[in-house]
């Protein structure tokens, strides 16, 4: 702690606590109680230390101060009132163990805060892509923030499509070697055969094909980080020289014998279990001790599932970043997303969102238009009422466009004429026409084909019409169209 502020009247208990909290190496300030409010006013405190003499006037002093930790000191034989920032009541005369534990506490209260404002502004900017406010984002968060100063060697740990690059990615961009490269491998990805001299590089014919001297990864990283991704998909033969690499920081090019000096950071991932893979022989366990110096969890999206709505809004502001419409979404269709376990963790969804970015550009997505395999719950889509005419109009427009496409535009008017008893015609007849009636005749004409084509099944002779059976009824009615019994 940075400043620890002693507060008690009694000047005997003030010098025991002077001596303990110096003994642990931390700084402290004593006040009385007359003086004790206005100095954490003016100056404030990292923790208080105060005699709970009266319980009164401690009460007031901490509910006035909540963003500081108080530790009340009580007799053995006195209760103290519970409070939120009052992190813990030890009892006099006082023990090393207790008040480490004590001021332990304190330091837990303030590290948590809510709100705690990060110091740089790259750091937030950065942070972006470790989206969530979850306690399991909170630590791999707090740990990147931990280990990026140093030139350790970093284990992210994690199934696939976590974000393990992103962590690997945060880590160099927060540590002094943000200026130099990062470079990524897939050790998975690379035949064992070649991977070799990918990390290493080689002279000019050093094998078939080698016309030219080529530098390899860990050259290209000098000064800055590299990134092995797959680490327990890496070769064993491959593994025994990675631990020699790593041990004395030199290497040779595949066919060379100079050796390279190599100013690298090492930062490692795998979705295998390695202890797994060490009981089978498949991991080296030395390089695993070499490799695991901090080890990193990545969370799995499904220990997460708070952190889905923050994430939906992060990956859609990206793809608007990238010139593209976006998407939103109901509040039950995230609920549902809510409910998916996510085998593929942030890169299934980071996928479904792009997918609906496609299918629904710039509109709001509802459960009903998400695949059914991200579906939970009771699920009814909305299915809109239309008015009649819209429908009539739109199955009159239908039936036209079809029989257009059917029939030569000639042997459709000669068609028309004498199907609906010469009512159609390309051109309005000089004595006019009375409209109403038209329609009705025109209307009762397709009623009766879409009938006489479907053998008189209303619900198929609706479908065909474009309406509801219960609207193809009513018009029937309306016409008295029935169906004649043939002699």
Not at 36 to 62: M, Q
Not at 359 to 375: C, F, N, R, S
Not at 377 to 384: L, S
Request: one cysteine or more; aromatic letters at 6%.
């Amino acid at each position: 702690m940075k400043d620890i502020l002693l507060v008690s009247d009694n000047q005997e208990l003030i010098q025991n606590l002077e001596t303990i909290v110096t003994f642990m190496g931390e700084s402290c300030q004593s006040r009385g109680f007359s003086e004790c409010e206005r100095y954490l006013h003016e100056s404030g405190a990292d923790a208080v230390l105060i005699e709970y003499r009266s319980p009164t006037a401690v009460s007031n002093l901490v509910e006035k101060f909540p963003h500081i930790p108080f530790v009340a000191l009580v007799e053995s034989n006195t209760q103290a009132s519970a409070s939120c920032n009052l992190v813990s009541v030890i009892a006099t005369p006082l023990t090393y163990p207790v008040l480490t534990q004590a001021i332990h506490r304190c330091q837990e209260y303030s590290r948590r805060k809510p709100g705690l404002s990060r110091a740089a502004g790259t750091k937030t900017r950065l942070f972006r892509s470790l989206v969530g406010k979850s306690e399991q984002i909170q630590i791999v968060r707090r740990l990147v923030e931990q280990v990026a100063p140093t030139d350790a060697t970093v284990l992210i740990l994690g199934e696939s499509g976590t974000g393990k690059e992103v962590v690997a990615r945060n880590v160099h961009f927060l540590s002094e070697r943000k200026d130099g490269p990062f470079i990524p491998v897939n050790c998975g990805a690379i035949p064992g055969e070649l991977l070799e001299s990918e990390l290493f590089g080689h002279e000019k014919g050093a094998f078939t094909g080698a016309i030219s001297a080529r530098k390899g990864r860990f050259e290209l990283a000098e000064g800055g980080t590299l990134f092995l991704d797959e680490i327990g998909d890496m070769p064993l033969q491959m593994q025994v020289k990675l631990l020699r690499v790593l041990q004395e920081r030199m290497f040779e090019r595949v066919g060379g014998n100079k050796p390279l000096q190599c100013n690298v950071r090492i930062i490692a991932a795998t979705h295998r279990n390695l202890e797994t893979m060490i009981s089978e022989d498949k991991f080296r366990e030395d390089l695993y001790y070499r490799l695991n110096v901090f080890p990193i969890d990545s969370p799995a999206l499904r220990q997460r599932k708070d952190d889905i709505p923050l994430l939906l809004q992060e990956l859609n502001s990206r793809i608007q970043g990238d010139g593209v419409e976006g998407v939103r979404f109901t509040e039950q269709a995230v609920a549902s997303l809510m409910e998916h376990e996510w085998a593929g963790n942030v890169r299934e969804l980071s996928n479904l969102v792009e997918r609906l970015t496609i299918l629904y550009p710039g509109q709001i997505v509802d459960i009903a238009d998400l695949p059914e395999k991200y579906q939970y719950g009771d699920v009814q889509a909305y299915e809109p009422d239309y008015p009649e005419e819209i429908l009539e109009r739109e199955a009159f427009n239908a039936l036209f466009a079809e029989a257009a496409a059917q029939e030569p535009e000639e042997d459709l008017n000669e068609q028309n004429h004498e199907g609906f008893n010469g009512m159609v015609s390309s051109s309005l007849p000089e004595e006019g026409v009375n409209l109403k009636e038209y329609l009705s005749e025109l209307e009762v004409n397709l009623i009766r084909q879409a009938l006489d084509n479907q053998d008189w099944v209303v619900a198929r002779a609706a479908d065909k019409l474009g309406m509801r059976r219960t609207t193809l009824v009513e018009k029937m009615r309306k016409y008295d169209i029935q169906r004649t019994e043939e002699a």
